[in-house]
Each structure stands twice: as C-alpha cells, then as structure tokens.
C-alpha cells in the first residue's frame, strides 16, 4: 500500500537531505548481492532516521536488525563524539558487505557488529542506550522491545520499523497471518505502556517513536 502518491514520494526525496554517495553504492550491491533487496532502509527514511539520530546525539546506539547496514550508517551519523552503535542480526553471510560498508563511510570504528539471537545478546551488553532502532523479525517485536527496553533510561528513543505492515494493520485480518497480528497487538501495548510515549510517523511502513519516561 502505497500510503502517498509516487509522484508525492519522489517529491519529498527530491526535496529532502541528498543521500551520501556510500549509501547510494550500498543500495546498488544490496541489490545485487542480497536477497529481498527491498528490505535496505533507503534514501528517504535513511534521511530520516539519519536527523533523528543527529538531533538525539546518542552516545550509545542499539539497533536490532542489521541487514546490509544501510540503517546502521545512517543511524552512525548523528553518533556523539567517540559514541558506538551496537547492531545485531542473525545472517552471518552479511557480515561481508556490513563491514566494508561500515569502513567506507568512516564510522567503521564505531560500528560493533554481532551475529546471533538479539535475545540473547542484548542482555550481555553493559550499555545503557539513548536510541534503539528495532528492524527484525516482526513476530518478535515485543520481546525485542522488552529487552531494549532494560538497557535504556529516562529520555531513551525507541524506534520500530515496519508497524504500519503495507497497511495491513487496517484491513481484515487474515487468521493465518501472524505477523500482522503481532504488529497490530505490538502498536496497541506501546499506545497503552504507561513506561513510555509514543507517536506512530507514516514514513514508509511506519516508524513508532517511544520516548522512555
């Protein structure tokens, strides 16, 4: 479901912050090289995600599902100094493409890679976070964000991709398809969490923004 015009979206793009040349390369071998290559962020919500994270200036930054890592540099860019972001995906075969692409743009230093169950990583890292950016597995959403929740503080920013689902979350709802019951029962918690604040943005798929209270 396209929720603007295409005409509209190229409009905005074409009037928004251009896209750095390494993302653009990024998005060109993704493509190439990566399966379901529409998964990558992309110009407009990368711009996006990019001056949410320059306005936060975190200092530490947890993202959960790396993909090809065009997020994680976008995310990278508004680092405080000597600040590092965290990223975790399960597809180890990825790892290629993310660091190189992590060492083009110049915040190869601060990017951590980690391959494995985010569940299960997340609890080992001794970091209290500013931003988090959830971007995996939808039906996993709400553990994911239970998880980040507990390494973050007062004034953190939580961010979930995807929750407007193509628009699914609107229409009927099929009894086989789980992941858009998970994601329409995701939105209804973090409406009713009295833990944090939130606004959905209709940036694409939808991004959910949770500040921690």
């Known amino acids: 479901m396209h929720f603007l015009s295409v005409t509209l979206e190229d409009y905005i793009k074409d009037n928004s912050e251009n896209e750095p040349e390494v993302l653009m390369e990024l998005t060109r071998e993704t493509h ?9 962020t992309g110009h407009f919500q990368g711009r996006v995600l990019s001056m949410l994270s320059k ?5 530490y930054i947890l993202e959960i599902g790396t993909y090809t890592g065009y997020s994680a540099i976008c995310l990278a860019e508004g680092l405080s100094e000597n600040g ?3 990223t975790i995906d399960v597809n180890e075969e990825l790892n290629q493409i993310q660091r190189t692409y992590f060492n083009k743009s110049g915040f190869g230093e601060q990017i951590i890679n980690h391959v494995g169950d985010a569940l299960k990583v997340i609890p080992q890292l ?6 988090v950016f959830i971007d995996a597995e939808k039906k996993s959403y709400d553990l994911y964000f239970e998880a980040a929740l507990k390494k973050t503080k007062p004034g953190s920013i939580i961010l979930s991709d995807n929750v407007l689902w193509s628009g699914k979350v609107v229409e009927p709802l099929n009894d ?3 992941a858009t019951k998970v994601l329409i029962d995701y939105n209804k918690k973090l409406k009713e ?3 944090v604040e939130t606004v ?3 940036i694409r798929d939808g991004i959910t923004v949770c500040r921690v209270r």
């Open 32 to 40: 190439l090289k990566a399966i379901q290559p529409r998964m990558i």
């Open 55 to 59: 306005i936060i200036r975190p200092k």
């Open 84 to 86: 590092t972001l965290h």
């Open 126 to 131: 001794e970091v209290t976070f500013d931003l």
């Open 176 to 178: 086989k398809d789980k």
């Open 193 to 195: 969490d009295s833990r």
């Open 200 to 202: 959905i943005l209709p």
